[in-house]
């Protein structure tokens, strides 16, 4: 089964706007890592969080993770076009080495 | 340039016809994987690697097989190919510490007719 779901599935702004995609899970993870993927091309990472971390920066990327709701959160501040895409997380499971992902979240960014 | 690469990128078959999706990283990665990406479902994974001859079933197994004889190359088998196979499948590498992110191929498109 899925180990992750994310919200909204799709999700239309402006320019300029801030975005929020947020993903849930089930089980005990080792870390959270956040992607993205342009249409038909591979994925590409964009942060990674650790179980025992509250919260990451990078850039205009904001993460946050609760695993008591086992539950986090990507915020990209001030989108621009050029971030359209799918975002997608997914989680590495403890004592397995292998990623988790979920159904993703597409973005559209309008100009 | 550190890279993960695939070939094809597309391929359209027949059913029961076998192919290779082969795959070789630069990054010295111990760790691959094969996933297959379908709409709705997100990428689940098909098999990982741990390293050379050491391989594992992943969540959607079934008529896939996988090889690891050289560290870089993670060749993915389809000896009877069926049109539930089609997809867009990618593959792999990371290091295998627990806290380092995985890192792909641009993508297969498979069409089995």
Redesign the interface.
């Known amino acids: 089964s899925q180990q992750g779901e994310e919200d909204p599935q799709a999700l239309s702004i402006q320019e300029g706007e801030n975005a929020t995609m947020n993903c849930s899970y089930k089980t005990s993870i080792n870390n959270l890592q956040w992607y993205r993927q342009n249409s038909g091309r591979g994925l590409v990472h964009l942060i990674l969080i650790r179980s025992n971390e509250r919260e990451k920066h990078s850039g205009r990327l904001r993460v946050t993770l609760d695993t008591s709701k086992k539950s986090s959160s990507l915020l990209i501040t001030a989108s621009r076009a050029a971030d359209t895409a799918s975002y997608f997380c997914a989680t590495a499971l403890t004592g397995f080495q292998k990623l988790v992902f979920g159904t993703g979240t597409r973005l559209l960014v309008s100009p | 340039e550190a890279q ?1 690469t695939q070939n094809p990128r597309y391929l359209i078959t027949v059913t029961g016809k076998k192919l290779t999706v082969t795959c070789s990283q630069n990054m010295n990665h111990e ?1 691959m ?1 094969w ?1 297959r990406q379908d709409p ?6 098909i098999y ?1 690697s ?1 390293n050379v001859e050491v391989t594992d079933k ?2 959607v197994p079934e008529g896939y097989k996988v090889s690891r004889k050289e560290k870089r190359n993670f060749p993915l088998i389809l000896e009877s190919p069926s049109p539930n196979q089609t997809s ?1 499948y ?1 593959c ?1 590498s990371w290091t ?1 510490s ?10 297969t ?1 498979l069409s089995i007719l």
């Open positions: 993960v760790y994987s996933y709705g479902l997100g990428l689940r994974q990982y741990m992943g969540d867009l990618f792999a295998g627990g806290n380092q992110p995985q890192h792909f191929g641009d993508g498109r």
